[in-house]
C-alpha cells in the first residue's frame, strides 16, 4: 500500500497529481487549520496575458479553524467573475470546451465548504484522467485528531496497512525517515518535473494550477507527465 496525505487543495498544480497519481490511497487532510494565503481556495491562472490568482472567496476563514469547517461565500457574483475571465482568457486553448466544462462544474456545484470543493475539484480532474486513486477525508474514518505532526501521519499509516508513505519534498523538513522506518513504514518524497508546453506566448510559465496544463494537453499527454516525477529521500 502507497500512501499519501495532503491538505485539498483547488485545482492544484501539476506536482500535486504527480504525487496522487503515485500512490494506491490519497487522504485529503481535511481537519488540520487552515491556511492563510496558502493553495486551499486560490491558484494560478494565465488570465488577461498575465498569471494572476483565481480565489474562492470564505467566510469566516481562520487559522484557527480546520479547513473542514470554513465556509464559501454563497454568492454567484464570485463565480460568474472567475468563469468570465477564465472563457475569455482560454477560449481559443486547444481543449477549453471539455476543460471549462469540467471547471465550471466544480465552481458551480453547491458545496458549502471549502475543503468539499477543493476536494470535488481534485477528484473531477483525476476522472478526468482515468486516475484510479482510492480518495478519503482524514476527519471522516481515523478518530485521531488529539494526535499532531508525525505521530498523526504514522497512525494514519498503520490503520491502513501502509508499507510506503509518499510526500512533496517540502515534507523534508519535517519527517525523518528513520522514524518512519522503525514504524514499518517507507518514507519517499516525490520532486515533481514540470515538462514545458504551449502555451499561448513563448514565454512559458510552469507551475500555474491543474486547469492550465489541461488547457494545453491532451489527458493522454498530461498523463504521461504524471509519470515523470524523481523519487528522492
Sequence with gaps: MKLAIMQP???????????????????????????????INRNRLLLSGGVHYITIPLSGASAFLK????????????????LTSVRHSYSKAPNFNVVYDLFSKVLLSDESRISELAKQSIIAV?????????????????????????????????KEKASQYYNLPGGREFYDGKIFEKNGVLLHFTNPRLNTYKQFSE???????IVDVLMFNSPEEVSNYLLKFELIK
Design 9 to 39: 487543495y483547488l485545482f492544484p498544480y501539476l506536482g500535486y497529481f504527480q504525487l496522487l497519481a503515485g500512490v494506491d490511497k490519497f487522504v485529503f487532510y481535511d481537519d488540520v487549520n487552515f491556511i492563510k494565503n496558502g493553495w
Design 203 to 209: 514565454e512559458f510559465y510552469p507551475g500555474l494550477s
Design 67 to 82: 479547513i473542514n469547517q470554513i465556509d464559501v461565500q454563497q454568492s454567484d457574483k464570485w463565480r460568474r467573475k472567475i
Design 126 to 158: 483525476s476522472k478526468y484522467l482515468g486516475l484510479e486513486t482510492q480518495f478519503v477525508m482524514s476527519s471522516s474514518i481515523y478518530g485521531n485528531s488529539d494526535l499532531n505532526g508525525v505521530d498523526r501521519i504514522l497512525d494514519i499509516c498503520q
